[in-house]
């Protein structure tokens, strides 16, 4: 895909919060677990993972962006 100029990344979120997360029989225990789990003890924040996103696909990525995986977990 290099020869062709095609570059391949990828986003991995972590502990971002979501609506799903109320599914849970105690949402606060599992939003505590997820927090005993961080290394900062903190939850990424939606405008974290887009500027990794905007990052990536700018609109003139240099080549240093090819073929990365982004880990965005906020902690």
Known sequence: MGPAEIRVNC???GAFPT???EIHEDPEAYRRHVLDHQALKRRGRPEELASVVSFLTGPTPPSSRASASRSTEGG
């Open 19 to 21: 609506a799903a997360e």
């Open 11 to 13: 986003v991995s979120p």
